[in-house]
């Protein structure tokens, strides 16, 4: 199984929607083998790092999945996981691999803004939820900081927040990460490349989805990464980082 093998297969996605291709991706899955998976996986990589339409739509889903196993069942995964484990590859294992979001800081930081921070916390929930549907811009910036992920949605589908807005979201650290990733599930934003960017860069974005999105990335990503974020990003991140330059040298 080669690379215009798996381009063969993906061409049945070419008109699924991105909300329906978790579905199409369970289907086709079910149909190969341990070892084909893993395969159809590292060509999901390499097809991106290409460029290519098709391999990009499909591994957006494939990261989006909360969990590996629900779409091809746990025995399956564990039997994949382990023949990356044989092949040495730990990229692949890592971005197998699935854990829970566990917070890293509380929901509010008063270090960031205090003025604005404080202002928020005088709302409650469901005041927060419908102003971030609002048009307010001071109401619409104080939200920024909320880590509430019905808030964080209700701002990533409003019209009036904008990319910088965005962005401070994403870069913000530390972050939660499931605010993190409900922008990445925002099939507005994440198809902007400056937030995959910013995901990508950001320690606190889910290790699997950053692993996922350094295959997104451009030659000069991976080089300012390697000369900048060895100690914040995962080890996977820069051993993929530095096989890619290579590869694209």
């Known amino acids: 199984m080669n690379l215009q093998d798996t381009e063969a297969l993906l061409q049945s996605s070419r008109h699924v929607p991105q909300s329906g291709l978790s579905f199409y991706l369970a289907d086709l899955l079910k149909r190969l083998n341990s070892s ?11 097809g991106t790092v290409q460029r290519l339409e098709l391999f990009e739509r ?6 989006r999945q909360e969990d590996f196993a629900d779409l091809i069942g746990y025995e399956r995964v564990s039997a994949i996981y382990q023949l990356a484990a044989e092949k040495n590859n730990i990229y692949l294992q890592a971005l197998i691999r699935r854990s829970e979001l566990k917070e890293k800081q509380p929901l509010l930081s008063s270090e960031e803004e205090p003025r604005l921070v404080q202002q928020l916390e005088l709302l ?3 005041e927060r939820r419908e102003f971030a549907k609002g048009i307010d811009p001071q109401k619409l910036q104080m939200l920024l900081y909320d880590t509430d992920v019905i808030v964080v949605a209700n701002l990533l589908q409003n019209r009036r927040v904008f990319e910088e807005s965005v962005l401070k979201i994403s870069t913000r ?8 990733k409900q922008v ?3 099939d507005r934003w994440i198809s902007r490349y400056p937030v995959k960017k910013a995901l990508a860069f950001n320690p606190y974005t889910p290790k699997h989805i950053a ?4 295959n997104f990335l451009k030659p000069a990503e991976w080089k300012f990464a ?3 974020y060895r100690e914040s990003l995962a080890n996977e991140f820069i051993e993929r980082a530095e096989q890619l330059l290579k590869k694209s040298r």
């Open 173 to 180: 650290r530390p972050q939660s990460a499931a605010v993190l």
């Open 226 to 228: 390697l000369a900048n």
């Open 58 to 63: 499909v591994l957006l889903a494939f990261l």
């Open 184 to 186: 990445f599930c925002s």
């Open 211 to 214: 692993l996922g999105l350094v």
């Open 124 to 126: 409650t929930l469901g």
């Open 36 to 46: 084909e998976t893993l395969l159809f996986i590292a060509h999901l990589c390499e």
